[in-house]
């Protein structure tokens, strides 16, 4: 029996990039401490995947418009097509201005590093530095959903950083060589 799978609907295209955050989020905290190489591959790669699409949708920058091949993307270009109204200019300022730079930053190395099959992607040896890049996206998001919260529930609730961040969670380490009947 061949199974078949769809994400989740979206009612509207705001759900749409709500659900580009969910994942963002939940790929980041997939890789606390992961440690199977295919799982952390796979983490990093989704995270980087919806990581390209929220710079490209905040910067407007790639924005491309309806053709007789595609239809248009969203993006802040053209705000009246997921918020139904235009932005005023200091929320354009307050998403599209750090985006822009976000997107001038990781745009080109996200796509040449996982959307297409490159000779640099042999060639170069890249480093991500995932906590320092949701570090800078993360004021974006947290305005984006205060001008335009979700209607949706998020895939995920929570988001573990660290075990030091779990407040209810207590770790003992033991040494091997000690007596642990003393526990």
């Given at each position: 029996m061949i199974q078949k799978y769809e994400r989740r609907r979206k009612s509207s295209h705001l759900d749409t990039v709500h659900y580009e955050i969910d994942i963002l989020e939940?790929?980041?905290?997939?890789?606390?401490?992961q440690r199977e190489l295919p799982e952390t591959n796979m983490a990093v790669e989704c995270f980087l995947l919806h990581y390209r699409n929220l710079i490209e949708f905040f910067s407007g920058a790639k924005h491309r418009k309806q053709t007789d091949r595609q239809k248009p993307d969203i993006s802040v270009?053209?705000?009246r097509v997921w918020a139904g109204r235009t932005l005023t200019p200091d929320e354009l300022n307050s998403l599209q201005t750090p985006a822009?730079?976000?997107f001038d930053a990781y745009w080109a190395d996200i796509s040449q590093f996982l959307q297409h099959c490159t000779e640099r992607r042999f060639k170069d040896f890249k480093e991500w530095n995932l906590q320092e890049m949701n570090g800078k996206l993360n004021p974006i998001l947290e305005c984006f959903r205060r001008l335009f919260p979700p209607t949706a529930f998020p895939i995920h609730f929570t988001r573990a950083l660290s075990a030091e961040s779990a407040s209810t969670t207590q770790f003992t380490v033991l040494d091997p060589l000690s007596d642990t009947k003393k526990l």
């Open positions: 939940y790929s980041f905290s997939r890789l606390v401490g270009a053209d705000p822009r730079s976000l």
